[in-house]
């Protein structure tokens, strides 16, 4: 179990840092294409959460659960700040590390949908929809040791 954890946690780094990696460049010059290699960095990231998802879930670990909703939570704030600055053009130098960190990944989704806003909101939504699940889990779980 705690190697399975430690293997969920490790994909889920993977995940980030490979996201960023592939992405930044073409992200933080948002004039550049988006690329193919932008588009299976982003695929890559959904199927590996969907994995890591999937695998904490069927095996009821929890403890991880609560780890990556704080993460989605995160990414969700994130996403909502990005959209409020993209609609208002608002002066956040300070969002700039949260927005690499949490939205960089999903860049590859610019090559189907051109407005960053519309990315930022489909991002909100997903961040959402899993953080929703990941509550409704631990709520399950909770009353299941009533």
Same mark, same amino acid.
């Given at each position: ?7 969920l +946690? $490790?994909?889920?780094? #993977? =995940?980030? #840092?490979?996201? +960023?990696? $592939?992405? $930044? ?8 294409? %988006?690329?193919?290699?932008? %588009? +299976? ?18 095996n ?5 659960? &609560?780890l /990556?909703?704080?993460?989605?939570f995160?990414? $969700?704030?994130? =996403?909502?700040?990005s %959209? ?9 130098g ?5 927005v ?5 990944q ?6 189907f +949908?051109?407005? @960053?806003? !519309? ?5 909100? /939504? ?5 953080l929703?699940?990941?509550?409704? @889990?631990?709520?399950? !779980?909770?009353? &299941? &040791?009533?």
């Amino acid at each position: 179990m705690l190697l399975c954890t430690l293997v969920l +946690i $490790f994909f889920s780094i #993977i =995940a980030i #840092i490979g996201g +960023i990696i $592939f992405n $930044f460049h073409e992200f933080i010059n948002d004039y550049r294409p %988006v690329n193919l290699k932008n %588009v +299976i960095a982003t695929f890559l990231y959904i199927i590996i959460w969907i994995f890591i998802l999937i695998i904490s879930l069927k095996n009821h670990f929890f403890r991880i659960i &609560k780890l /990556f909703s704080a993460f989605w939570f995160a990414s $969700f704030i994130t =996403a909502n700040i990005s %959209v409020f600055i993209n609609m208002s053009e608002a002066n956040a130098g300070w969002a700039i590390p949260l927005v690499i960190l949490f939205l960089s990944q999903w860049y590859g989704l610019k090559y189907f +949908i051109g407005s @960053s806003v !519309n990315i930022c909101v489909i991002i909100a /939504f997903l961040s959402l929809l899993i953080l929703t699940i990941d509550v409704i @889990s631990i709520q399950q !779980n909770r009353y &299941k &040791k009533v």
